[in-house]
């Protein structure tokens, strides 16, 4: 596994991995990397030959200056993961190599008006400028993301789109702990009790993939039972929860195939999110969380 700083550096190994014919995947990161992140380089090496991963705490995302500090880094056990997974080459730039002077930002409207773009100001900026400027410097023919992150998913999805990126965006599952609570690099902030009131949004999935397989088709009744199952294991505030379309990310009244419940809450003053999508598949309602 090669390790570049530099934009050139990254430029030069990449261009060695395509004149050796090998298509290049993506996988960007913010480092402290756990099963979550690995799953990404595992769906990425199914359609690539050479795999990157960029390591980077991104400051222009953080709307809160101490959830930025605060952030978890630990580079050594990273790169030794990224080793594991089969990651070709890893970006670990530094302020000064993405952020000279940066006077460009790519917004994506309308798709962060609603979920966390309505609670984290400036953050879906910080992350499509990043992101785009990450797909310039390594042009990637695909880049994979987690379902975690629907918003951000579903965000660069359309950016990718509209800015003519000439790659393609994947969206892989979420994976959970045994327990049912989505892996995240936060997660080593919640102490014993808020990590067991957490497992109450897995839960509150549950309930809501329950409700639909029994038929029911109505947001708002899924969202207050939702929001029940959530307030039973005492979250310390739930920002949202929501049913939105897939495609805009607007709230809709009623369930329908491609429609996301997406929830977003504090325990103690770690915020966690999750969601669940859901399709028709052979006629029936997937629910996919
Ligand atoms: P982060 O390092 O948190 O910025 O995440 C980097 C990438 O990993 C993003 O595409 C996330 O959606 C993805 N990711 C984070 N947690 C998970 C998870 N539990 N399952 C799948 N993908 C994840």
């Known amino acids: 596994m090669k390790t570049a700083h530099t934009i050139e550096e990254v430029r030069s190994i990449i261009r060695a ?28 090496r199914k359609k690539t030959g050479f795999q990157v991963m960029s390591i980077f705490v991104n400051k222009m995302q953080f709307n809160d200056p101490k959830d930025f500090s605060n952030y978890p880094r630990d580079l050594e056990r990273d790169l030794s ?9 890893v970006f670990v730039p530094t302020d000064e190599v993405m952020y000279r002077d940066q006077r460009t930002c790519v917004d994506v409207d309308l798709l962060t008006d609603h979920l966390c773009g309505a609670h984290r100001p400036g953050h879906f900026r910080g992350v499509f400028t990043v992101v785009g400027k990450l797909f310039n410097i390594v042009l990637p023919d695909i880049a994979v993301f987690g379902q975690k992150d629907i918003q951000q998913a579903v965000g660069l999805e359309k950016m990718v789109a509209d800015l003519n990126f000439p790659l393609k965006i994947v969206i892989a599952p979420t994976v959970r702990e045994d327990d049912g609570l989505a892996m995240s690099s936060r997660n080593r902030h919640l102490n014993a009790d808020e990590r067991h009131r957490a497992l109450c949004i897995h839960r509150s999935l549950k309930k809501a993939a329950e409700m639909i397989a029994s038929g029911e088709r109505s947001a708002s009744n899924i969202s207050e039972a939702v929001g029940r199952v959530l307030a039973e294991g005492s979250p310390d505030k739930i920002d949202y929860v929501s049913v939105v379309r897939y495609g805009d990310l607007q ?39």
């Open 81 to 89: 993961i990224a080793r594991e997974a089969g990651v070709d080459l």
């Open 251 to 289: 709230p809709v009244d009623g369930i329908s195939p491609k429609s996301v419940l997406a929830i977003a809450a504090f325990f103690g003053s770690t915020r966690l999110i999750d969601n669940m999508i859901m399709e028709e598949r052979d006629e029936k309602f997937a629910c996919i969380y």
């Open 17 to 44: 991995a395509r004149a050796e014919g090998r298509g290049i995947g993506f996988v960007p990161t913010m480092g402290y990397l756990h099963r979550g992140h690995t799953s990404l380089v595992e769906e990425s």
